[in-house]
């Protein structure tokens, strides 16, 4: 255990994906949370807005809109202590990055920077922030090995990415932050994102309209169940892992993926058979900044054994297309 339940746990992205899911797990375990989060734009707020009146159902979460881009925001914080920060606000998506460039300058560049400084002034030592297996670009060695050089990112999404890994590192160096880059891969589940395809492709099964399918469908995915994520947090926070992976450094890097590696037209298949509906689909060629086949060396998360978590790709789409259904109300 590496701090006391009354001890608060800071999230930035909570109304987020991924920040949601975390969240409410630790809520669950007891810990007194606050949550941060801008409720931007950049898909369908009604369903940030959702997962943000689960989190309110709990007594022991605190909610303040902050964005991390802006300095002064952090004002809102000034009267609470925290022990531990987890970063799961940024700007997503891969091809997003092609359009509106500025806004992961703002939220994973700026905002990182901001976070990292509001830590260092208020003496908080734990950081836990996302990192992405998009960092990998198209490096050709698989699986890919946290040991690898990144340093040829296809997207200005991936270098916010190495840049927050790298900024984590100085402030560890130089402010003694003990700092946890997880290297997310392609993770989904319920109330997951509107942008990725899993949701993409179930939406529009169901409504009977076109799915494009990047690549002739030729790409291949490590998928990662959120129930993963959130089983991996948990162990974090709750044992003593923290000390055991912090024992002689102050940071550290590690991929996190579920290790079913899935073609693109598997995945529709899965979903036509939950949804049952036959897709019609679309083939187009490789879009920009697309990279064609991701597969994570799990061998740091197995040494940290920080999940036993196992749900196979039919166990989560299945999970995932029964979600969809009953909150698009089919
Ligand atoms: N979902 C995946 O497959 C995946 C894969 C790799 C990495 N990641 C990373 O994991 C993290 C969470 O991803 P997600 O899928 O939950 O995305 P998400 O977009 O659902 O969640 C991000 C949340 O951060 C908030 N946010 C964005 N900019 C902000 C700002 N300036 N200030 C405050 N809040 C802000 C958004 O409103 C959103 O609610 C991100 O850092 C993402 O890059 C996700």
Known sequence: MILSKKNNILITGCAGFIGFHVTKKLLEENYSCVGIDNINNYYDQKLKKERLKVLKTYDNFIFKKVDISKKNDFNKLKNKLFSIVINLAAQAGVRYAFEKPHSYINSNIIGFLNLMNFMKNNKIKKLIFASTSSIYGDIKTYPWSEKLNVNTPLTIYSSSKIFNENLA???????????????????????????????????????????VIFNKGDHTRDFTHVDIIKDIFSNLISTKKWKEIFKNKNFEIINIAGGS??????????????????????????????????????????????????????????????????????
């Open 169 to 211: 590192y100085s402030y560890s160096k130089y402010y003694g932050i003990q700092s946890l880059g997880l290297r997310f891969f392609t993770v989904y589940g319920e109330y997951g994102r509107p942008d990725m395809s899993i949701y993409k492709f179930t939406k529009n099964i169901l409504e009977n309209k076109e799915i």
């Open 261 to 330: 590696k899935v073609k693109l037209l598997k995945l529709v298949k899965l979903i036509e058979k939950f949804c049952g509906k036959k897709a019609k689909k679309k083939f187009v060629g490789l879009q920009l900044g697309d990279i064609k086949q991701t597969e994570a060396s799990l061998t740091k998360l197995k040494k940290y054994k920080l999940s036993r978590k196992k749900i196979t790709i039919d166990q989560g789409i299945k999970r995932f297309v029964l979600w969809y259904k009953k909150y698009a109300k089919f």
